[in-house]
DNA sequence: CGAAAATTTGACATGACTCAACTGGAGTGG
DNA sequence: CCACTCCAGTTGAGTCATGTCAAATTTTCG
């Protein structure tokens, strides 16, 4: 059914047909338009999305009122407010498509019903979640130590599709500076 | 026998007395000197370690030589090369204790010894991590979203005693910048 | 007490931001 | 097919936040 979901579980756990299945009763396929947003700050969290294809931002406002985003997602991701997702309180981020999306939604109950039923995917998730932890962590690490044209070099090199997929300015609202500075940096780059 | 660990275990999970036990006989005691290494570079991290009594900083060395800390720990905290320890390849960080410190080492085989035979350890684990990434996430948005002012303001409320215990130039270090910079700050923010 | 390390202070340098003007597509409607 | 608007991106001048380096001072600890 969703062949992509299926891979990104295989990666870390193997699971059977019956499982497979169960699993895939529960996710709910979603079409999301190009600037859509699927959460806001305040909102309670309600599911974990699996990206089939497509690419979201997650960010927030910061207090002068400046967009900040603080990831992206692609296919085969897994994205949400995961605080509050995981405390069912409100959460402060935005969810945005950033092109026309299709996702498969996981609610908090079903994810309930999973984790009872499937007691591996308990591994799962504690996987997904320590990579993902190791990924912030890293980005901290860069954030603290490397120039901001450093970060943007990394940034390209990690994610090459991304300035075909991405604007600028989310760009440069990702790496914590602002699009003047990364164009400048970008021309002075060229030279 | 050792009830600071029972304290975080039930923060998250519910065990009977004999899962305890089996716990608390994987867990190795051992304590470490002010300034002692447990972890460095390029070895394998072996242990995850929860922290009885004491202080960590676990820090990297940037490209330009500076000691940057990523992450402190304290009592009742777990930390290690996330990455190395799951990988079970070499790291990249170093772990040194600030303080003398008592900590309980669990090993990797010991830890899916206990994986296999507490499944509701799989979850106690996911929880830690998502905690973990969430914590993380917040400090990637305040890097990419606040003024160094802002950030160690929110830092000394967040960690009330870490004036006491961290010296200012990890501080400084752990908050992306110089030792002087820091020390001006204060004194402008005393005037 | 004395040496080494941490912190403070100051002068200067630079990375990065702000604001405003300009350029150059990508739609949109006539 | 043109004129128009609307963004995103570029460029430049001036400014502010933060870094660098070196010297002075204080603290820590053997």
């Known amino acids: 059914m969703y ?8 990666r870390h756990v ?21 600037d859509e947003h699927i959460l806001e700050p305040g ?7 699996f ?32 605080y509050s997702y995981h405390a069912q309180k409100p ?34 998730w504690r996987i997904l979640h320590i990579n993902a932890f190791v990924a912030q962590q890293e980005r901290v690490m860069h954030m603290i130590s490397k120039t901001a044209e450093d970060r943007y070099l990394e ?8 300035e075909l997929r991405i604007s600028q300015r989310h760009i440069a609202s990702y790496l914590g500076i602002t699009p003047e500075f990364l164009s400048k940096m970008k021309s002075r780059l060229k030279s």
Chains 1, 2 share one sequence.
């Open 14 to 34: 193997s699971l059977d047909e019956s499982e497979y299945a169960l699993i895939e009763s529960k996710m709910v396929p979603r079409s999301v338009a190009r």
């Open 3 to 10: 062949p992509l979901l299926r891979k990104n579980l295989q």
């Open 43 to 49: 909102k309670i969290c309600r599911h974990t999305y």
């Open 91 to 124: 959460g402060t981020y935005f969810l945005q498509a950033l092109e026309d999306t299709n996702i498969l939604q996981l609610s908090k109950k079903d994810m309930e019903t999973l984790l009872e039923r499937i007691p591996r995917m308990e591994r799962f």
């Open 155 to 162: 940034f390209i090199e990690k994610y090459p599709d991304a």
């Open 51 to 82: 990206i089939d294809q497509g690419f979201l931002r997650l960010y927030h406002i910061n207090i002068k009122g400046y967009e900040k985003n603080t990831l992206f997602a692609r296919e085969e991701w897994w994205v949400s407010d995961l």
